[in-house]
Every structure is written in structure tokens, then in C-alpha cells.
């Protein structure tokens, strides 16, 4: 769905992605990045999103070059993303806010939208005051809202712990599943990554490394040198 | 009114009705305060009261809403009250067309100002609001001018014509005026709750809690401020062209720092989440100054007063009242 076409984001002199090309996002999938600390994971979600211009290279989606397409185009043709850190409105009711989202999104289907991400039971309660668990789901339902094709999380288990983390890897997959969407996700819980990914992308120091199914990703070589080590 | 009152839980609902009531009972009640007050003092401050409580609830609609500090409203009441004199004296208009002219362009202003504005961080937003309100007070003040605007002196005009029943004339006395400055208080007021409650309300503040969110959501987080904005702006229009008709006379003094200073000092006293709270804040600050400037210590003991009431009372004066009729309503 994704085809990103040497792409390179750079800040200043300081390059933080250089020349990445590969392909992302099957249906009904979960393609998770991963990568050390400063291999560009944040930057390569934020340019596939539009917030961070390339300053080479081009993205296409669904074939159409969106390269200086906006934010909030993305978003309405099918794009939806999730956030390092949970990225919600505070101040709403959970109900509010998802009931603005979907309004403008013209969401069908809302109610299934708060079961499936087990919301119910917390509708009218403000956000700030919510679990933090419950508002990492609320900031998955805000990027399910509106039917999106393709599914964008970075960092979705950031804070949770390594259960929970699996755990809400697994909703992603059924979710993925369920509405023919790909969820493209960034993470560091690599246990979590290999176990429930059907692709993985690995990026070091801003460049592409390899991508595969999980078990080519542990056979490879490259990878293991630069960043599984003896872990995997 | 918390946000949490504006997302309308069903608890909320069930009070509507019973709010609505009594709303409507203090509403007619309104219209006969001058019979008690018998005009003169009294009723001269109260609506300077709710002249400075119009002005307050724009203040406290965009710091709720939208997030910012306006301290420069007195741009577009200034501006409404200048349109409304200058189009009376030099182009011979009715009060009616005057006002209704006045109106629009204090939205258009606030429109194209707002247009601007509304991109640059929150403290350039405050001193560019503040700013503009400085340079339109030297603006009307400048000699070149002064066959226009009356320069520094100011302009006194004469209105002719009715509006809503009342006489132009008859409005420079304050309890003919009253019915008039009450009720635009009440459909301003109406206005900013039904917009607060709306969904262009839970629009606007979700953008304060969280723009790039939004942005993300595919919403314009950029036109729904400035409508906003332009919409405050009008409803400050509205406070400058009764403040005009109420007194015959636009002054360069309605753009200064101590009008948009006095919004929002009134706005806090009174707090700003609710459209009661700057009402009442800008009757209790006027009223305030008031005696205050009758002992001699105007400045001294209103800048005690509102340090009191930011220490203790940050919510505003309306929050403990609220607090006691929850208790009571639970009780």
C-alpha cells in the first residue's frame, strides 16, 4: 500500500534517514520497524504521516505520490496514526472525543470502534482521569475511527508493561484481521515484535537494513551484528 | 460551566430543564430592576457592569475555548463604538443602520485580525491583540483626524432612531437603556454557551488540548480559531456600540489597556469556564473600582482585591458557589 522510494530526511547537515526504499503495509498484516536507539524509526513514521517533508525521495500510497500531500489529506484518504507518547485531548470525555473524530471522519460504525477497544465502561469519564492503559486504547480507537486502510503506531506499547504489551499486539492483529487494515507499527519490545509480526523492517543510523518475515530477520546476519546481538 | 458540565453527561441533562427555568424566571425578573433602582448611580454602574461583563465573556470564551489570552479586546469594541459615532455625526446614518454597520465592522476587523493572529505563539497573541488596541487608541487620537474621530477629545454624536422599541435619545438615560443592555447580555451569553456546547465548541478546545492531534485526525485546526476569533470579536462590537448609544460619545480611552485590563480582570474574578462567571465578574468589578475609587485608593485596593481572589478563588468568585450547590444538591 506504502512504497517509499529512496527516501532521505535530514536536519540540517545531520541526516536522519539516507535513501530508504521498501515497500509497506499488506492488508489484514502488522509490518512492525524496528531498530537501536537513533536508527530513525520516529522520522520514518513521521515522513510516511506528512509531518516531516523528505528532502530527497518520494512515498507513494496506493500508487499516488503523496510526497507534499498534507496531514490531514492523509488522514481522510485512509492514513491513520498513533503516537510515541499517548496523544489524546485531556480535557474531553472519552466520548467526546471520539464522537468528534468520528462526525468528521463520517464513521459508520462508532459503537463497534468502543467495544472493540473495550471503552464502554469509561465513555463519560475526562481522559486525564483515565487509566493509563485505557488511553493508549483511546488513542488507537482515535486512529481506527473513519475505516483507515493503513494503521501507523509508534511505540504503542511505550509505558505499558511486557503483558501488556503483547497483549495490545495481539488486538492489533486481530484488529488488522477483522477490518482488512495494515498496521504498520513502531517498536522496541522485540519479543513482542517477533511474535506477533508478519514483516519486519530493520533501520540503523537512518539506513534500511533488511526486511522479512521474523524468522529471516533473526537468520540474518547483519541485523544480529547491529542490533539483536546474542538476545535473539 | 466546567468543561466538564459542557460535555452534557446525562446528569446534566436531567438539570437542564430545572436551569432553564430558573434562567428564564431571572431573565423577565431583569426588566423590572430599574423600578427598584429608580436610575441615577446604581443603575448608571450596573450597566457598566455588563458592558465590562460582554467584554468579559469574550476574554473568557477564547482563554476556555480556544486557549489564549485575549488582552486587547478593546480593539473591536473601540472600533464598533467609532463606526457607530463617526457614521451618525459625519454620514448622517439612523442609530439602527449606524449599530447594525458598527457590527460588521468590528466581525471584519476581528476577522482579518484574527487571520493573523491566530498562527503565532500564545504571548505574541497577546501583545499583537494588545498592540493593535494601543495603535487604534493613537490612531483616533491623531490631529489629522480629528474632524472625524474628535481626536484626543473624543466624539460626541447625537443618534437618531429606534432600536428595539427604544428611542436613540432616550438611551443616554440609564435605565431606558437597561432593557436593551440586558438583553444583548443574555443572547451574547446564550450565544457563546450554545457554541460552547456545540460541536464547533468541543472543536475548538479539542485544538487547544491537542492540535497536532487533531491535525492527525484530519481536522483544519487553522479556520475554526478564526471564526472564533471573528465571532469574539462581534460580540466585543456589541459591548462598544451599546457603550456608544448608552453614553453619546466614543472615546480614544475605549482602546486602552485599562478596558481590555478590566476584561480580563473581570473575567478572572468572575472565572472564565462558565458565561455566568464573567457577567458577574464584570458587575463585581465595576462595582468595585467604584468604591474603591470612592475611598481614594482605586488602584491600591483593586489590585489587592484580585491578587486575593487569583490566590484563593483561582476558579473565580462563581466557583465556591457551585461547590456549595453540589454539596446541597447531593445532600
Same mark, same amino acid.
Not at chain 1, 530526511?9 to 537501536?36: C, E, M, N, W
Not at chain 2, 455588563?50 to 488582552?71: D, E, K, N, S, Y
Not at chain 2, 501583545?127 to 473624543?154: K, N, Y
Given at each position: ?232 | ?31 423590572? $430592576?430599574? *423600578?427598584?433602582?429608580? =436610575? ?8 457598566? &457592569?455588563? !458592558?465590562? #461583563? +460582554?467584554? @468579559? ?87 489629522? $483626524?480629528? *474632524?472625524?474621530?474628535? =481626536? ?8 437618531? &432612531?429606534? !432600536?428595539? #422599541? +427604544?428611542? @436613540? ?107 455566568? #462567571? ?54
Amino acid at each position: 500500500m506504502i512504497r517509499v522510494e529512496n527516501l532521505t530526511v535530514a536536519y540540517g547537515a545531520f541526516k536522519a534517514l539516507t535513501d530508504i526504499s521498501v515497500d509497506l503495509g499488506q492488508r489484514g498484516q502488522v509490518h512492525s520497524i524496528i531498530g537501536p536507539n537513533g536508527a530513525g524509526k520516529s522520522t520514518f513514521m513521521d515522513a510516511i504521516v506528512g509531518k516531516r517533508r523528505p528532502s530527497a525521495g518520494r512515498i507513494f500510497y496506493k500508487d499516488r505520490d503523496i510526497s507534499r500531500e498534507t496531514i490531514q489529506w492523509r488522514r481522510k484518504n485512509g492514513m491513520a496514526r498513533s503516537f510515541q507518547k499517548t496523544s489524546i485531548f485531556p480535557g474531553l470525555t472519552i466520548f467526546e472525543q471520539l464522537d468528534l473524530v468520528a462526525t468528521h471522519l463520517d464513521e459508520p460504525d462508532l459503537d463497534a470502534i468502543i467495544d472493540t477497544m473495550d471503552l464502554r465502561e469509561v465513555l463519560h469519564v475526562e481522559a486525564t482521569r483515565a487509566a493509563y492503559g485505557v488511553q493508549r486504547r483511546v488513542d488507537v480507537a482515535l486512529g481506527l475511527i473513519g475505516r483507515p486502510d493503513i494503521l501507523l503506531l509508534d511505540e504503542p506499547g511505550a509505558g505499558l508493561s511486557a503483558e501488556e504489551t503483547v497483549h495490545l499486539f495481539r488486538h492489533l492483529r486481530n484488529l488488522a484481521a477483522e477490518r482488512n487494515i495494515a498496521a504498520v507499527v513502531v517498536e522496541h519490545d522485540v519479543e513482542a515484535v517477533f511474535a506477533l509480526s508478519d514483516l519486519v523492517t530493520v533501520l540503523d543510523l537512518g539506513r534500511h537494513l533488511a526486511t522479512g518475515t521474523p524468522a529471516e530477520i533473526r537468520a540474518n546476519p547483519q541485523v544480529v551484528a547491529a542490533y539483536l546481538g546474542t538476545a535473539a | 460551566m466546567t468543561s466538564a458540565t459542557l460535555s452534557l453527561r446525562p446528569a446534566s441533562r436531567v438539570r437542564l430543564p430545572i436551569f432553564g427555568g430558573l434562567a428564564l424566571a431571572v431573565f423577565l425578573a431583569g426588566f423590572l $430592576l430599574p *423600578g427598584y433602582l429608580e =436610575g441615577g448611580y446604581l443603575q448608571s454602574m450596573l450597566n457598566n &457592569g455588563f !458592558i465590562t #461583563g +460582554i467584554l @468579559a465573556l469574550c476574554v473568557a470564551f477564547v482563554m476556555h475555548q480556544c486557549g489564549l489570552v485575549l488582552f486587547g479586546i478593546a480593539t473591536y469594541y473601540g472600533i464598533a463604538a467609532y463606526v457607530c459615532a463617526i457614521l451618525v455625526n459625519s454620514f448622517g446614518f439612523s442609530a439602527p443602520s449606524a449599530a447594525a454597520l458598527a457590527l460588521l465592522a468590528a466581525l471584519v476587523s476581528a476577522f482579518l485580525i484574527g487571520a493573523i493572529v491566530i498562527r503565532v505563539k500564545p504571548l505574541a497573541f497577546m501583545m499583537i491583540c494588545l498592540s493593535l488596541a494601543e495603535l487604534m487608541r493613537h490612531l483616533v487620537a491623531l490631529p489629522s $483626524l480629528r *474632524g472625524m474621530t474628535g =481626536g484626543s477629545d473624543g466624539l460626541v454624536f447625537m443618534p437618531e &432612531g429606534r !432600536i428595539l #422599541g +427604544i428611542d @436613540a435619545m432616550d438611551m443616554l438615560d440609564s435605565a431606558r437603556v437597561w432593557p436593551l443592555i440586558w438583553s444583548a447580555t443574555w443572547v451574547v451569553a446564550g450565544i457563546f454557551l450554545v457554541v460552547a456546547l456545540s460541536h464547533f465548541g468541543v472543536r475548538l478546545r479539542a485544538i487547544k488540548e491537542n492540535e497536532e492531534r487533531m491535525r492527525f485526525s484530519g481536522f483544519d485546526t487553522y479556520w475554526p480559531r478564526v471564526l472564533a476569533f471573528a465571532g469574539v470579536g462581534l460580540a466585543a462590537g456589541v459591548a462598544g456600540v451599546l457603550q456608544a448609544l448608552a453614553s453619546g460619545f466614543a472615546s480614544p480611552e475605549m482602546f486602552s489597556i485599562i478596558t481590555s485590563t478590566n476584561a480580563l480582570l473581570a473575567a478572572i474574578t468572575g472565572g472564565v469556564s462558565s458565561v455566568v #462567571g464573567p457577567v458577574l465578574g464584570g458587575v463585581i468589578y465595576t462595582w468595585a473600582i467604584s468604591e474603591f475609587g470612592a475611598m481614594g485608593y482605586s488602584q491600591l485596593f483593586t489590585g489587592i482585591s484580585v491578587i486575593l481572589v487569583i490566590l484563593f478563588i483561582p476558579r473565580g468568585v462563581l466557583h465556591p458557589l457551585r461547590l456549595l450547590l453540589r454539596k446541597g444538591g447531593r445532600a
